[in-house]
């Protein structure tokens, strides 16, 4: 017969050999857990090692069911099945609901036994028409709302998973577990699948918001560390400087036209093979002057890092000798195809050092500190750090945490964890990297997350407000994007241009703002691009610079009050969709093309080419005054949709109930 098992902190419920615990896990908040035997503990995840304190916990047996009570939560499990019910313990409101396919197989919770302990797992909860779900990562599918959508559980250039969901029933969801997978938000079903696995865990909290929502993720996952004051000014890059003069060159450029420059980015191949970690110095002959210079200049130097060792690179050998590297059961450790500078034209095999384990961090540290870090160049670019092995899944592979299909979507958080711990050690206070991929907990590690290799179109810009919005909502705060896109774009097309402007625009109001592509006349070495025409402020004519030139200063004006917002430990991102700050408002949790840049400037971007007007939709509750470039202001009340200017020198701006721009 089922049973119950009660501790002060922790209910549990058996079947035959299928065991459930439901425990408190920080305020308003459970951690369920699943497996066939026994629940396994150590195992990879989100949650912070040290738990939040948890509200007063009550568990009670009622004989046909029992519940566990955590502040605003109640977690019921039913005697016969273990099947799991959130509600809200002030209202009852059903927040959510296992439920299965068929009355007899497969349960709510399945297990296919596939060798090894491991499992292919399914997480089924009941469906409602009326249930948006927000956050889970990045995607380019332009979606805000990812209600209907099918995700894969597996990280790609551009496509983030992080396993978060804020639901607009009233409680935020983690699926924690880094396994390859997917998860359906269907009609009929939302449905979390592991295709192997040890077992099931994830993490339900509610709160009073969608911002409490956030706060308790937050506190459970780890909150991002202070961000650096030099990080929030103008990011120069492209596809690629290709030596020390060039760079320097840009750096002095920006400086006689009397535009504000904070950072300067070297892009890959900057090496001799990948994997030396180390400038080539035929074209980087004195580094550590070049970050004097800059650092003079008030620039901070960043350069790219990829988690890929060639066998010809001067530490495969003993990265592999020493089992730093990821391998497959046959212990090949060559798992996808790159060029090197010497031989651009052909395509070695490459290997990827562990990021999961800690002594193969620890290695490529001692390379970063000796050709980076004592150089003077403090912050990394951690491109392709999904890892990306195309054509190759990252199933069949092994890592010291587990095989592929268990932590696979682990390696990028691992990966910026590794570089965040060492810079800490090293006595940086806030260290930051530039990162490609993410999972969840990735923010506590310092990671800035940008969109990875995207389109140059307009389409591809309005997907990335919404793709950002998503990233916030997942509890990554820091977030950027390649302005412009970076898969081409002719820097002569007028179109063009006016798609680079407004795409400036839209990232002066990110995080972080940062010019970067692959710009036309692009050069290839098969299919990775080697070198890209300029990328700067004035290489796209006379106009379109003095549009951008007039979005950095306002940047500029605004990065004290970027800063304090950064700096409130209140798990809310910068870039807030309009439901976090208006949450009664119903058209707040629909409108998708528009943010608010802290608590008190609303943000329209335009993301349509010949557009000279918008739609702003200005949130109930507040009264809003528009911030027009000569500066003057228009009120206007809350609660409705207007048409205002959009000239291509302007993005419409609304302030918030009297406040002003810095």
């Avoid at 066939?36 to 738990?51: C, F, K, N, R």
């Avoid at 609901?97 to 997480?123: K, S």
Wanted: aromatic share 10%; proline share 8%; charged share 25%.
């Amino acid at each position: 017969m089922p049973a119950f098992a009660v501790t002060p902190n922790r209910l549990q419920w058996r079947h035959d050999q299928h065991v459930l615990a439901v425990e408190p896990w920080g305020p308003d908040s459970v951690r369920v857990r699943a497996a066939p035997g026994q629940i396994h503990g150590g195992l990879p995840g989100a949650l912070a090692d040290s738990v939040p304190p948890p509200a007063e916990c009550l568990i009670e047996d009622n004989g046909d069911h029992a519940t566990l009570t955590n502040g605003l939560l109640t977690v019921r499990v039913d005697t016969v099945d273990g099947r799991v019910t959130a509600t809200r313990a002030d209202t009852g409101q059903e927040l959510l609901r296992e439920e299965p396919p068929h009355f007899w197989w497969p349960g709510a919770r399945h297990f296919d036994a596939t060798g090894a302990g491991l499992y292919r797992i399914e997480q089924r909860f009941a469906a409602y028409d009326d249930e948006r779900f927000y956050g889970l990562g990045q995607h380019g599918h332009g979606r805000f709302d990812q209600k209907g959508l099918v995700l894969d559980l597996v990280q790609r250039n551009g496509e983030v998973t992080i396993p978060f969901a804020v639901s607009s029933r009233g409680y935020g969801f983690l699926w924690n577990n880094p396994a390859v997978g997917r998860v359906e938000l269907a009609a009929n079903a939302t449905r979390w699948v592991a295709d192997r696995a040890r077992q099931i865990d994830y993490w339900i909290t509610t709160a009073e918001s969608p911002a409490g929502i956030m706060a308790q993720y937050a506190d459970a996952t780890g909150h991002a560390p202070a961000f650096p004051r030099w990080a929030s000014g103008l990011w120069q890059s492209k596809l690629r400087y290709r030596d020390q003069e060039e760079l320097l060159e840009v750096a002095r450029e920006y400086h006689r036209r009397g535009l504000p420059l904070a950072v300067l980015v070297i892009d890959y191949l900057h090496w001799r093979r990948v994997g030396d970690w180390d400038f080539d110095p035929r074209d980087w002959p004195d580094p550590a002057a070049m970050a004097d210079e800059l650092r003079a200049a008030g620039i901070e130097l960043v350069a790219s890092v990829w988690p890929t060792l060639s066998p010809m690179s001067q530490n495969f050998t003993a990265m592999r000798d020493a089992g730093h590297l990821v391998a497959d059961d046959s212990g090949a450790v060559l798992h996808a195809n790159w060029p090197d500078t010497d031989e651009p034209d052909t395509q070695i095999g490459v290997a990827f050092y562990d990021a999961t384990n800690a002594e193969a961090r620890d290695a490529l540290w001692d390379r970063l500190n000796d050709h980076y870090y004592k150089r003077g160049i403090r912050t990394y670019w951690l491109d392709a750090c999904e890892p990306e092995m195309q054509p190759k899944p990252p199933h069949h592979l092994n890592y010291r945490q587990g095989t592929g299909h268990e932590v696979a979507n682990l390696y990028p958080r691992e990966h910026a964890r590794g570089v965040y711990e060492h810079l800490r050690a090293a006595g940086e206070d806030e260290p930051l990297t530039l990162i490609r991929s993410a999972w969840a907990g990735s923010q506590r590690y310092g990671a800035a997350l940008w969109s990875g290799d995207i389109p140059t179109t307009f389409t591809a810009l309005a997907a990335s407000v919404r793709a950002g919005l998503n990233v916030a909502m997942s509890g990554i705060p820091w977030w950027t994007t390649d302005i412009g896109g970076f898969h081409g774009g002719d820097p002569n097309d007028d179109a063009f241009r006016e798609l680079v402007v407004r795409w400036f625009q839209f990232a002066a109001f990110c995080p972080i703002l940062r010019m970067h592509g692959h710009r036309e006349p692009r050069a290839f070495s098969g299919p990775v691009g080697v070198g890209g025409g300029p990328n700067e402020l004035w290489s796209y004519g006379p106009e379109a610079e003095k549009a951008m030139t007039q979005a950095l200063h306002l940047r500029e004006r605004l990065r004290p009050y970027l800063h304090e917002h950064l700096a409130q430990r209140n798990g809310l991102p910068l870039v807030r969709p309009l439901l976090l700050e208006f949450p009664d408002d119903p058209v707040s949790w629909t409108v998708e093309d528009q943010f608010l840049f802290g608590p008190d400037l609303l943000v329209a971007p335009v993301t349509e080419f010949g557009a000279r007007t918008r739609e702003v939709y200005l949130p109930a509750g507040a009264k809003w005054s528009r911030h027009q470039p000569d500066g003057s202001q228009a009120d206007h009340s809350g609660g409705a949709w207007i048409t205002v200017d959009a000239p291509l020198d302007t993005i419409p701006l609304f302030l918030r109930d009297g406040a002003e721009l810095p």
